[in-house]
């Protein structure tokens, strides 16, 4: 009945805005943990009502499995309000997860070099992605139309690289990423103003939860 109680007492969150980690690894720890956890419970109560001790311990795994479950998802939300809260876009749609960077987070204005800030944005940023597990992913760099358009193709695919080899250096697999310098041909704001030649832009990472790509 405790148990019960405390699961209605849980709160959840729209899983549709940003966050950040601390360890790749929490939700799949958070849910077997809460397995193991619930499986000796279960047992617990089931030796305390007289019944079989091992079906108890079956009961207790599934309810475990679940608390372990919400313990994940509260994880993965705090991932996404600490990437909103470094002015990361993630949006969720289906199976489609796409995370929007602006440029000027990670690169100084005219360069494909990444600044020192940069790293902790895309440690987190990593960190989130692999808390879906090994999946295949899309790295494309937008530009602005302050400079040519042959100008503008090499720097967003240098942009675009850089990012890639970051993640391939702190251990994403090339095999699991790919990576396109864009121009500025797909803008999302107004091109005649600061503003909007600021959210143009951008580094996007698009990637398809509960599957690997093929």
Not at 102 to 126: G, M, Q, R, V
Not at 131 to 141: D, E, F, L, Q, R
Not at 151 to 172: E, I, S
């Amino acid at each position: 009945m405790m148990l019960t109680l405390s699961l209605m007492a849980c709160s959840t969150q729209n899983t549709t805005i940003g966050a950040y980690s601390s360890k790749n690894n929490e939700v799949a720890v958070g849910a077997v943990s809460g397995t193991v956890i619930g499986a000796g419970v279960g047992a617990g109560v089931g030796a305390a009502v007289g019944s079989n001790v091992l079906a108890g311990a079956a009961i207790g795994a599934g309810v475990g499995a679940g608390v372990g479950a919400l313990i994940g998802y509260q994880e993965q939300q705090k991932q996404y309000d600490r990437l909103a809260r470094d002015g990361l876009r993630v949006i969720s749609i289906g199976d489609i997860v796409e995370i929007t960077i602006p440029s000027d987070k990670l690169f100084y204005p005219n360069e494909a070099n990444l600044t020192y800030n940069a790293l902790s944005i895309l440690s987190d940023t990593l960190d989130f992605i692999n808390s879906y597990g090994p999946v295949k992913m899309n790295v494309s760099a937008h530009g602005d139309t302050t400079g040519t358009q042959i100008h503008t193709l090499d720097q967003t695919r240098l942009q675009a690289q850089a990012v890639m080899t970051y993640f391939w250096a702190h251990g994403k697999p090339l095999d699991q990423m790919e990576f396109y310098g864009m121009n500025h041909q797909e803008p999302v704001a107004d091109q005649d103003t600061t503003t909007g030649e600021y959210f143009n832009r951008r580094i996007e990472i698009m990637f398809w939860k509960n599957q690997v790509r093929k």
